[in-house]
């Protein structure tokens, strides 16, 4: 457990978390090893699951056009996490990686016990969605 603890800590959106909060939260956690080539998320389909990259790469794209690529220590699927709606971008391994993996009920268990992460995680959320507004300028 203590590995996971201390990939959690290095991802910018839980370092300001407690050693207790990530000791939970990693409880909450699956890690997944996955193939380059993998969708995780489909633009327009149902989601629910948050990734956090622990390595390797994956590219975001909406509507078949790459947007940007993410590495070590970055995060998707946050909105679908929350709400359990539809995807807002696809996005594909581009070479093996490991990530951890959170579902909306693994969430809600989580937050349950610790109100400060439901608040890293929606401003975590809205400063994504300044950013995809300031590309579409």
């Known amino acids: 457990m203590q590995g996971k603890v201390d990939r959690l800590k ?8 407690s050693k207790h909060e990530l000791e939970f939260l990693s409880t909450r956690m699956d890690e997944v090893s996955l193939p380059a080539g993998r ?22 794209s909406r509507e078949g056009r790459p947007l940007k690529r993410l590495k070590d220590g970055d995060f998707f699927g946050e909105i679908g996490m929350l709400d359990r709606g539809l995807a807002t971008a696809t996005v594909t391994t581009t070479e093996p990686a490991e990530c951890l993996c959170l579902s909306h009920a693994q969430f809600r268990d989580a937050i349950k016990a610790n109100e400060g992460l439901t608040m890293q995680v929606l401003a975590a959320m809205a400063q994504r969605l300044r950013e995809d507004s300031a590309q579409l300028v």
């Open 39 to 60: 969708t995780l998320l489909t633009q327009g389909k149902p989601t629910d699951t948050f990734y956090v990259l622990l390595s390797g790469e994956v590219e975001v």
């Open 10 to 17: 290095a991802v910018p959106l839980f370092s300001h978390c």
